[in-house]
T-cell receptor
Framework: DAGVIQSPRHEVTEMGQEVTLRCKPI?????LFWYRQTMMRGLELLIY????????DSGMPEDRFSAKMPNASFSTLKIQPSEPRDSAVYFC???????????????FGAGTRLSVL | GQQLNQSPQSMFIQEGEDVSMNCTSS?????WLWYKQEPGEGPVLLIA?????ELTSNGRLTAQFGITRKDSFLNISASIPSDVGIYFC??????????FGAGTRLTVKP
């Protein structure tokens, strides 16, 4: 399996522009997670989906952030309008899900490094 | 959010030395995990621990799930330059709630 695939790997944009980050989870995984990583705050969970349905979006910082999962193999995280403080590395992770605890281990993509100028 | 206290924050060691890092929490967890993140990459799972007291090895890495279920440690023996990176502890509170430590940044001098 190719693992969790994220694109783009790097994104540089200007303040006020719309940014869309993409994620393809591991095939067969029912859970998908979006994280943000910064030096100050470490890894923060933004939102997660189960079977394409958003379950917990309490970590989404503002209304400028939105996430969708139109099907089992694709998710997007959108920031509109972007601001310099959104600069961070954004990770997508997926897990099988299920009653057995080992099925809930999360596997991460390589991340998208976002710079908002 | 981060509810795991990971230490040390950073380590500068000589190649060949052993490394030890740990994570503690005020809460009980059912699973402890250790990830490694290399520059420009995402965290990669190194070791998973499922039972209190469990001691698991993966090559030169050894990790233990604390008997109180509130802590875990990771040891790296005979460090090599490619051990460089940030090591994160993580713990599963329930099936979908994973908490992370702030990470230990390891630098290995040849």
């Amino acid at each position: 399996d190719a693992g969790v695939i994220q694109s783009p790997r790097h994104e540089v944009t200007e303040m006020g522009q719309e940014v869309t980050l993409r994620c393809k989870p591991i095939s067969g995984h029912d859970y998908l997670f979006w994280y943000r990583q910064t030096m100050m705050r470490g890894l923060e969970l933004l939102i997660y989906f189960n079977n394409n349905v958003p379950i917990d979006d309490s970590g989404m910082p503002e209304d400028r952030f939105s996430a969708k999962m139109p099907n089992a193999s694709f998710s997007t995280l959108k920031i509109q309008p972007s601001e310099p403080r959104d600069s961070a590395v954004y990770f997508c992770a997926s897990s099988l899900g299920g009653l057995r605890i080992h099925k809930n281990i999360q596997y991460f993509g390589a991340g998208t490094r976002l710079s908002v100028l | 959010g981060q509810q795991l206290n990971q230490s040390p924050q950073s380590m500068f060691i000589q190649e060949g030395e052993d490394v030890s890092m740990n994570c503690t929490s005020s809460s009980i967890f059912n699973t402890w995990l250790w990830y490694k993140q290399e520059p420009g990459e995402g965290p990669v799972l190194l070791i998973a621990l499922y039972k209190a007291g469990e001691l698991t090895s993966n090559g030169r890495l050894t990790a233990q799930f604390g008997i109180t279920r509130k802590d875990s440690f990771l040891n790296i023996s005979a460090s090599i330059p490619s051990d460089v990176g940030i090591y994160f502890c993580a713990a599963l509170y329930n099936n979908n709630d994973m908490r992370f430590g702030a990470g230990t940044r390891l630098t290995v001098k040849p």
